[in-house]
């Protein structure tokens, strides 16, 4: 059984940083995608990173460009998302999820697209909170 659980959630002051992670099992994370997430109240689900295990490409939307870091350690089946420069607009619950098809072509199509859907990612995590007070 495929399980993500992130933790790292918080409450945080407007320029400063958090790192959640995201604890996989039930698979080999180094064949796989994983992308975060985040939804705040009243709007869609958006994706702000993604890593392709397999290879360690990376996709990012321009809105977190430059202040969050996807990372991987294969060895300990968890993705990390490093946030510094937070913002009020950042506050959301943050989710990980998987994608189960070749994260190569993931990162390849988003970068082309400027885009990721929620949609094509599988199992998802419980969500973390992040609050950024002003």
């Known amino acids: 059984e495929v399980q993500l659980v992130e933790s790292g959630g918080g409450l945080v002051q407007a320029g400063g940083s958090l790192r959640l992670s995201c604890a996989t099992s039930g698979i080999t994370l180094a064949y796989y995608a994983i992308g975060w997430f985040r939804q705040a109240p009243g709007k869609e689900r958006e994706v702000v990173s993604c890593i392709s295990s397999i290879d360690g490409s990376t996709w990012y939307p321009d809105s977190v460009k430059g202040r969050f870091t996807i990372s991987t350690d294969n060895a300990k089946n968890t993705v990390y998302l490093q946030m510094n420069k937070l913002k009020p607009e950042d506050t959301a619950v943050y989710y990980c999820?998987?994608?189960?098809?070749?994260?190569?072509?993931?990162?390849?199509?988003?970068?082309?697209?400027?885009?990721?859907?929620?949609?094509?990612?599988?199992?998802w995590g419980q969500g973390t909170q992040v609050t950024v007070s002003s």
């Open positions: 999820a998987l994608y189960e098809g070749s994260g190569i072509t993931l990162i390849a199509t988003a970068e082309a697209l400027g885009f990721m859907s929620p949609k094509i990612f599988g199992s």
